[in-house]
């Protein structure tokens, strides 16, 4: 999104290392799309403003177990950072879900796309290599990658690989025969559960209004061991009671960025080099959709 909302024009170009990678490019289900994670957002601004129409939603939430636990599961002892536990009351979403106004944004781009591996990037020729493209130079280089990515493909730079961590998440999408008017977050702070969250949606789509999303969040390195990620986010949701039949839709995504920590160091001076970082991946900072887009209209 960060890339986007820079408008990018008929002179730029845009590379992009995997087609429809996105987090934000959704789930397809019955001629619509479904977001990949359960984004809210504080205000309805900044979904305005992206040619969206907010709907204001409830939220209600539900605590099992003890605070602890999470931590435990999640491997870090900075909570705050999750992205669940900054909603409290009320929150945002846009009609149709965030997939279709980050798709709509695509169309739009008027910029030619590559799409492929980075081989490497010199920034002191200011040049780079896409797959089996040849050479390419650049005057200018907005990174929106995640920094680990961009470091390990920087020539002559000072590796930062060990310094920037995140906790990867499996996020199970459960589209359920419901209707909901609220958002409903379950923290899970009991042993019985895998997830150590369960985030409950209405879906804001015309053709499956009559229905609604479940995202069970559970952390990929607690349980990489023992696997059967799908399962255990059908079992968490049965005994819950959200089920009471058979999700019409299951989609799971492992997402490696699910919460950013460590310290970005070894980065000063790209500016020098034409080099701009930008956006919650590009910047290693946990940013909603919101942030992102009032720090590139900050700039």
Same mark, same amino acid.
């Given at each position: 999104? *960060?890339?986007? @909302?820079?408008?990018?024009? %008929?002179?730029?170009?845009?590379?992009?290392?995997?087609?429809?990678?996105?987090?934000?490019?959704?789930?397809?289900?019955?001629?619509?799309?479904?977001?990949?994670? +359960?984004?809210?957002?504080?205000?309805?601004?900044?979904?305005?403003?992206?040619?969206?129409?907010?709907?204001?939603?409830?939220?209600?939430?539900?605590?099992?177990?003890?605070?602890?636990?999470?931590?435990?599961?999640?491997?870090?002892?900075?909570?705050?950072?999750?992205?669940?536990?900054?909603?409290?009351?009320?929150?945002?979403?846009?009609?149709?879900?965030?997939?279709? @106004?980050?798709?709509?944004?695509?169309?739009?781009?008027?910029?030619?796309?590559?799409?492929?591996?980075?081989?490497?990037?010199? +920034?002191?020729?200011?040049?780079?290599?896409?797959?089996?493209?040849?050479?390419?130079?650049?005057?200018?280089?907005?990174?929106?990658?995640?920094?680990?990515?961009?470091?390990?493909? @920087?020539?002559?730079? #000072?590796?930062?690989?060990?310094?920037?961590?995140?906790?990867?998440?499996?996020?199970?999408?459960?589209?359920?025969?419901?209707?909901?008017?609220?958002?409903?977050?379950?923290?899970?702070?009991?042993?019985?559960?895998?997830?150590?969250?369960?985030?409950?949606?209405?879906?804001?789509?015309?053709?499956?209004?009559?229905?609604?999303?479940?995202?069970?969040?559970?952390?990929?390195?607690?349980?990489?061991?023992?696997?059967?990620?799908?399962?255990?986010? @059908? %079992?968490?949701?049965?005994?819950?009671?959200?089920?009471?039949? &058979?999700?019409?839709?299951?989609?799971?995504?492992?997402?490696?960025?699910?919460?950013?920590?460590?310290?970005?160091?070894?980065? *000063?001076?790209? &500016?020098?080099?034409?080099?701009?970082? *930008?956006?919650?991946?590009?910047?290693?900072?946990?940013?909603?959709?919101?942030?992102?887009?009032?720090?590139?209209?900050? #700039?």
């Amino acid at each position: 999104m *960060a890339t986007l @909302l820079n408008n990018p024009g %008929s002179e730029d170009l845009v590379i992009d290392i995997w087609e429809g990678g996105s987090a934000l490019y959704g789930w397809d289900i019955l001629d619509a799309c479904v977001d990949r994670l +359960p984004l809210l957002v504080n205000e309805s601004t900044c979904i305005k403003e992206l040619g969206g129409e907010p709907i204001e939603t409830n939220i209600i939430t539900e605590f099992h177990g003890v605070e602890e636990d999470i931590i435990k599961k999640l491997g870090t002892t900075d909570l705050s950072s999750f992205w669940p536990f900054k909603f409290v009351k009320k929150a945002y979403l846009p009609e149709g879900g965030w997939c279709n @106004l980050f798709r709509r944004k695509i169309s739009k781009i008027r910029g030619k796309r590559v799409f492929g591996e980075i081989k490497y990037i010199d +920034p002191e020729a200011r040049e780079l290599r896409v797959s089996w493209w040849k050479k390419l130079r650049y005057d200018s280089l907005l990174n929106t990658l995640p920094l680990d990515y961009l470091m390990k493909k @920087l020539r002559k730079m #000072e590796p930062v690989e060990d310094k920037l961590k995140s906790v990867p998440l499996f996020i199970g999408s459960l589209i359920l025969r419901s209707r909901m008017d609220e958002v409903r977050i379950y923290y899970l702070g009991k042993k019985k559960f895998s997830s150590v969250t369960i985030v409950h949606l209405p879906l804001l789509t015309p053709r499956l209004q009559d229905f609604s999303i479940a995202y069970v969040i559970i952390p990929y390195i607690a349980y990489r061991n023992q696997g059967a990620f799908r399962e255990k986010a @059908l %079992s968490d949701a049965k005994k819950l009671g959200l089920l009471n039949k &058979e999700p019409v839709f299951i989609r799971g995504y492992f997402e490696k960025y699910g919460i950013l920590h460590g310290k970005v160091s070894g980065s *000063a001076g790209l &500016e020098r080099y034409g080099i701009t970082l *930008a956006g919650r991946l590009g910047k290693w900072k946990e940013l909603g959709i919101c942030d992102v887009f009032k720090e590139m209209r900050a #700039e």
